[in-house]
């Protein structure tokens, strides 16, 4: 299937049309199965989505009480630390919404990373049909590093397909190395998988994930194909400054 790859001028644009997609795809979920499943990403790429979502005209469009939120990958740092991906949502979006506590559904920084990415492993499976170990995300939120990670998919991460949740570490950009990340077959299994991307040292590397050559040991953002789902690419002109698209 082509990929579905959107460019915007900025990353204010970009922001804005992620903002739209959210809402919409809130409310079909929520008319079709009465609640909205969403994984949010941490990064620096989110956050004007989150601050647009906090406020008018997209944050009465989202029926809170049965928007159920999770991340993607957490750095294992307590909550209230610079740092947390939970904590970022939170200042941007969490607290500005009427979202009750227990619809949020953070990955606990705090512990051990094993012990983490177990205690997620076992909320995953609480949201789940009867016989699954995790629910069918509507919406995940994704970033791409410039290395080609996403989410705490590394290059160099183990994947092991058999968990949910797996403890990894890596370093990047100064960000705290413990982290817990979800696994491709969670990622895959979802409705929409939505990956933000801006920057320009990001170009070369988005060029070459969005190419036909796979290599998700080298860009493990390759590893996101949803069975049965759909994957958008927003892209601002710096990141996409090499692809072609019609
Ligand atoms: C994290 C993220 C990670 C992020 C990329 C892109 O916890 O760090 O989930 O995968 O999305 O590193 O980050 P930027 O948006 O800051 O470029």
New binding site residues.
Partial sequence: MKADIRIFKNSEALSRAAAEIFVTTASQAVGARGRFLAVL??????SGLYRLLADEPYRSRVEWSNTFVFW????CVPPEEEGS?YRQAFENLLQHVPIPAENVQRIKGELEPAEASDDYAQTLERFAAPGRDWPRFDLVL?????DG????LFPSSQVDIAAPALAVSAD??G?PAQ?VTLTPPVFNSARTILF?V??ED?AETLSRVLSDVFLPEQYPAQRIRPADGQVIWLVDEAAGKYLLVE
């Fill in positions: 990403s941490g990064g620096s790429t989110p993607g990958d957490e750095r991906n994704l970033g791409m590093g410039a990670h996403t989410a705490s990047y950009q960000r982290r933000l801006t920057g990001k």
